[in-house]
């Protein structure tokens, strides 16, 4: 089993900027990549961006490219997520999601999921 534990939400203005944090335990062997998923109010969950454990390939939804930058730190088995220049549109909760399928992360089918941390960005 793998353990993946989220932090860093909070509330911010937009245009304001937070740091997700993602920390993975466990069989971390197992993991070929990490994504950051999120679930705005009434809405389904998205994929936001992955990145490939080893190597660091990067991979993201269109709409946070240029905004949001996805890295890890091999070394503390963590996954970030700096997300810069926040709207009200980025407001949800934010799932890291781990599996060795990349199609299975972008299609939110991942084998483990973290508990979410709330990201709230005021107008």
């Known amino acids: 089993q793998v353990q993946l534990v989220e932090s860093g939400g909070g509330l911010v203005q937009a245009g304001g900027s937070l740091r997700l944090s993602c920390a993975a335990s466990?069989?971390?062997?197992?993991?070929?990549?990490l994504g950051w998923f999120r679930q705005p109010p009434g809405k389904e969950r998205e994929f936001v961006a992955a990145?490939?454990?080893?190597?660091?390939?990067?991979y993201y939804k269109d709409s946070v490219k240029g905004r949001f930058t996805i890295s890890r730190d091999n070394a503390k088995n963590t996954v970030y997520l700096q997300m810069n220049s926040l709207k009200p549109e980025d407001t949800a909760v934010y799932y890291c999601?781990?599996?060795?399928?990349?199609?299975?992360?972008?299609?939110?089918?991942?084998?483990?999921w973290g508990q979410g941390t709330q990201v709230t960005v005021s107008s």
């Open positions: 990145i490939r454990w080893s190597g660091g390939s990067t």
């Open positions: 466990g069989r971390t062997f197992g993991i070929y990549y």
């Open positions: 999601g781990a599996d060795q399928d990349l199609s299975k992360i972008v299609t939110m089918r991942s084998a483990y």
